[in-house]
């Protein structure tokens, strides 16, 4: 019985039976200054006031004295003085099961034009992460369906890796694979401030149907204004955390954490807080890590999630304020090189550079033996790269670099295998491996 109404008892519980309004005093810059709500608004609260099309969501930044600064989710454009302002609260969102293959925007309501039930329970979307001290550790390495990371870098339950890429590198279509492919009960996946023509082509076209339906899908477009796109990080975080409080394993996928970033820059710069590196506040580490420890292994009576945060970075800097902040709190990064998509090889990973500090909990020594020796030879090749396409190189001056040479377009067309192929698994890339490695051994 309870079930059947619960939708209902969720719209009920969420009526106030007091209203608290307010009203604009006054306009500054992208601000909106808010009498009447001081004596019981905390600073990250909602309001909602009237946009040019219509109620729209606004977040508290700023209380001084008896006035509450605002930012409109919609801008100030339409802002007068008097304008009633109603205080929502908290902004919670009430996650159920049935919204899986849904795609909802950053305050948990459907962007695909279906109604959509609510949960029973309420879910702050800046919650706590687990206890450092009772959640479990790293589980067992999951299949991912890509050679690259069933061998070279393995990605291991409860595991958060950065995916660093600057654009059109394939780093949408390699988050799209590993959504349909990596071993996990259900994906969350958050697009925060993608082009808006996009959103569809990535949930239709690259995504598809067997991938959006065991997904969830939190979109806020570039065109939002800045709170909504970092509070839809926060929304995809939450529903990711309600799936794993059902026991289940949920793969997270952010992107990109970059313009999470730069959502809370423009926030933070708007309320008078100095600005870093490239604008970025000394609070973006701080926003950073608290988003990042909310993934991860769970307590032990619960599931777990593993995620990957893309971080887009301008000519491969890797030493970005962003990219900086990200590698520092994660457990490896995976790096995707131009160069190498410019030779048309996709994923275009670059094994060198990319590090999983799951390793050697992934793999038995034998296999550590036999990646290590592949990524040697890979190394050599990379060295020694320039000198042979020079033609400055005779073949037969070093047994290594011969050998290099020879292995070259077979450790290629591995690491090219398998694009989102769920029959790729583990055990079978590794014996592929292997198989290449003694192939080209000299005769």
């Known amino acids: 019985m309870y079930s059947s109404f619960a939708p209902l008892i969720s719209d009920i519980e969420d009526i106030s039976p007091v209203e608290r309004r307010g009203h604009v005093t006054a306009t500054h810059g992208g601000l909106v200054d808010v009498s ?12 909602e006031m009237t946009g040019p099309d219509g109620p729209a ?4 930044l700023s209380l001084c004295g008896g006035v509450a600064q605002v930012l409109p989710a919609a ?3 339409g802002t007068a003085i008097g304008d009633r302002v109603r205080y929502i609260g908290e902004g919670h969102i009430r996650p159920d099961l049935s919204w899986v293959g849904r795609v909802i925007d950053a305050y948990g309501r459907p ?15 800046l919650a706590s ?39 059109g590198v394939g780093k949408s279509t390699l988050l799209a694979q590993l959504a349909q492919t990596v071993e996990a009960d259900f994906t969350v996946i958050a697009l925060i401030g993608e082009r808006g023509r996009e959103v569809r082509e990535f949930i239709e076209d690259t995504l598809g149907p067997d991938g959006l339906a065991r997904s969830i899908v939190v979109a806020a477009t570039s065109d939002q204004s800045p709170v909504t796109r970092r509070r839809a990080s926060w929304t995809a975080m939450a529903v990711a955390e309600f799936l794993r409080d059902q026991g289940a394993h949920v793969l997270f996928l952010a992107d990109s954490v970059t313009r999470f970033c730069e959502a809370h820059r423009e926030i933070a710069l708007t309320v008078g807080e100095p600005g870093g590196p490239q604008g970025y506040p000394a609070s973006t580490a701080q926003q ?18 593993t995620a ?13 304020p962003v990219a900086d902040m990200v590698r520092g709190v994660l457990d490896g990064h995976v790096i995707l090189d131009r160069n190498i998509a410019e030779r048309g090889r996709f994923p275009a990973i670059d094994v060198l550079r990319s590090v999983s500090r799951s390793f050697t909990k992934a793999h038995e020594a034998e296999a550590q033996a036999i990646i290590a020796a592949a990524r040697s030879h890979m190394s050599v090749y990379a060295q020694s790269e320039l000198m042979i396409q020079a033609g400055l190189y005779k073949p037969g001056a070093d047994p290594a670099i011969d050998q290099s040479i020879r292995l070259r377009p ?27 490695l003694t192939e080209a051994k000299p005769k």
């Open 75 to 77: 801008g100030p454009r």
């Open 36 to 47: 009447g709500l001081s004596s019981f608004a905390r600073v990250g609260d909602l309001v």
């Open 129 to 167: 992460p687990p206890k450092a001290t009772s959640r479990r550790r790293l589980g067992p390495r999951i299949e991912t369906g890509l050679a690259a990371f069933n061998t070279f870098l393995p990605l291991v339950r409860g595991q958060r890796i950065g995916l660093f890429a600057g654009s």
């Open 288 to 305: 950073v890590m608290n988003l990042c420890e909310r993934a991860g292994p769970g307590l032990q009576d619960k599931g777990d999630i």
């Open 111 to 125: 962007l695909d034009g279906r109604p959509m039930a609510k949960g029973p329970d309420k879910r702050s979307v």
């Open 57 to 60: 969501p606004a977040e508290i």
């Open 308 to 320: 990957i945060f893309s971080v887009l970075v301008a000519a491969s800097d890797m030493d970005e």
């Open 410 to 436: 077979r450790l290629e067309s591995f690491l090219s295998g398998n694009a989102g192929s769920t029959a790729s698994n583990g055990a079978t890339d590794l014996a592929r491996l292997a198989d290449i």
